[in-house]
Nanobody
Framework: QVQLVESGGGLVQAGGSLRLSCEAS????????MMWYRRTPIKGREFVAH???????DYADFVKGRFTISRDNAKNTVYLQMNNLKPEDTAVYLC?????????WGPGTQVTVSS
């Protein structure tokens, strides 16, 4: 049974930083591509970043230069370092992976950026 658990969200002022974590279980983490998405009532779900098993990364244009995705295979954990946060980054941030062809999601962690 795949389980993804996000943590690290909170309230931060514009220009501040947060680091999100997502601990995974029930998958061969070191072989898995891990992704971060975010969800808002207006925009719905948006891709934020991914990291492959070979540590290749990709980012949405709106976070390039501000967010960094990384992974620690020893801890089965993927991270999202978020710097220079903006009010428009306010969202629920979700960790995701694919297992046996099925997309798996964590419950998400709320990030709120005040102006």
């Amino acid at each position: 049974q795949v389980q993804l658990v996000e943590s690290g969200g909170g309230l931060v002022q514009a220009g501040g930083s947060l680091r999100l974590s997502c601990e995974a279980s029930g998958i061969i983490f070191s072989r898995s591509t891990m992704m971060w998405y975010r969800r808002t009532p207006i925009k719905g779900r948006e891709f934020v970043a991914h990291i492959t098993s070979e540590d290749s990364t990709d980012y949405a244009d709106f976070v390039k230069g501000r967010f960094t995705i990384s992974r620690d295979n020893a801890k089965n954990t993927v991270y999202l370092q978020m710097n220079n946060l903006k009010p428009e980054d306010t969202a629920v941030y979700l960790c995701s992976t694919t297992d046996s062809g099925l997309r798996q999601w964590g419950p998400g962690t709320q990030v709120t950026v005040s102006s």
